[in-house]
Every structure is written in C-alpha cells, then in structure tokens.
Nanobody, 116 residues
Framework: QVQLVESGGGLVQAGDSLRLSCAAS????????MAWFRQAPGKEREFVAA?????NYADSVKGRFTISRDSAKNSVYLQMNSLKPEDTALYYC????????????WGQGTQVTVSS
C-alpha cells in the first residue's frame, strides 16, 4: 500500500511559478512510476506529467512544467513555470508499480489557482 500526500498549491498570478510536492510512503519508491494529474471544475481529470525511467508530459504543459523525483526523500515534484489561468485545477499525485498508464494510488489533491 502506498500513501501519497501532496502540498505546495496556492493562489498565484499568471506568469508566476509554483512547485508541487508529493510525499510517498513505502520502501520501494524507486520502483513506482509517479505522475501528476489535474482536474478543473466541470472537466474530467487529465494527465499532466509522469516519470519512471523517463519523463513524459501533456502537450499543454510541455516546456513549462518539469517533473522530478528524489528517491532519498520518497518524493516527486512538479515545477510549474509561466502559469496560465487555464492551469487552475486540483492537482493530484498518482503512483503505480512499474510502467504503464493506469494508476493504483492517488493523493487527495492540492489546489492551484492562477489569476489573470
């Protein structure tokens, strides 16, 4: 069982930066693929970024967001630069054992609000 706790959300202005963190429990963190998803009001949850051996991103965030991980701290991060109002959403951290596109473990989410 893996527990995920996100932090770092907040209210920022367009063009600002924000760094989200996700702390994971468990002793085999390096074996888990970690990802960030987001859900805006009235919209479905969407993929943002993921990382296991390589990184991949949604087209809407490429060049602006960077996912990284620190195995020593059992944590994954999402550095978000040049934020836009359309980035406003509840951001979730997710995890799965090994590679793949479906995730078994989810955090509670952290709110990011970008004002214009």
């Amino acid at each position: 069982q893996v527990q995920l706790v996100e932090s770092g959300g907040g209210l920022v202005q367009a063009g600002d930066s924000l760094r989200l963190s996700c702390a994971a429990s468990g002793r085999t963190f390096s074996a888990y693929k970690m990802a960030w998803f987001r859900q805006a009001p009235g919209k479905e949850r969407e993929f943002v970024a993921a990382m296991l051996w390589s990184r991949n991103y949604a087209d809407s965030v490429k060049g602006r967001f960077t996912i990284s991980r620190d195995s020593a701290k059992n944590s994954v991060y999402l550095q978000m630069n040049s934020l836009k109002p359309e980035d406003t959403a509840l951001y979730y951290c997710a995890a799965r054992l090994g590679d793949g596109s479906t995730y078994d473990y989810w955090g509670q989410g952290t709110q990011v609000t970008v004002s214009s």
